[in-house]
């Protein structure tokens, strides 16, 4: 699997014209194939993307001590982080060339507590795409014991810059 990469400062992010010259799935396969930064916060929380193809987009992590709460518990905010990644980036694919999104809501289900050192899997689908907004949901299992850990949904806006 290709290395991604993190920006260290704002410069190494894509300038805007550059990402809006391509269609939000060659936008994402640039980023796991290392030839475009990844979400600088996906490298503190201990997750990468690691598929992406049209409307669904695979997050891989394993949470550990940084990421646990006062109780020593995978923290909720571990759980919110990873869906809104997969889930908005299964948005991103589903852009047209031009085309830019952000985050307008999101819902996250903790179903069970993720062990610190347990491998997951996050998965963000695509719902609906449409001229202002787009849809998605998501979910959270186990590696070994396929167990569902939490399920998401998340909106979307829809924006074209310059109109």
Known sequence: MPEQYFA????DFLPLEEVLSMSGLDYMRKMVAGEAPSPTVQKSMAYRITEVEEGRVTVR????????????????????????????CAVITGLKQGQTQTTLEFKVNLIRAIKP?????????LDHIGRSTGVARGEIRG????????TGTATCFIMTPGL
């Open 61 to 88: 992590g394993t949470p550990g001590l940084p990421q646990t709460n006062a109780f020593g518990g995978v923290h909720g905010g571990w759980y919110a982080m990873a869906l809104d990644t997969a889930m908005t």
């Open 117 to 125: 050192g347990t491998e997951v899997i996050g998965v963000g689908q």
């Open 143 to 150: 590696v070994e014991d396929g167990r569902l850990y939490a």
């Open 8 to 11: 260290e400062s704002p410069e």
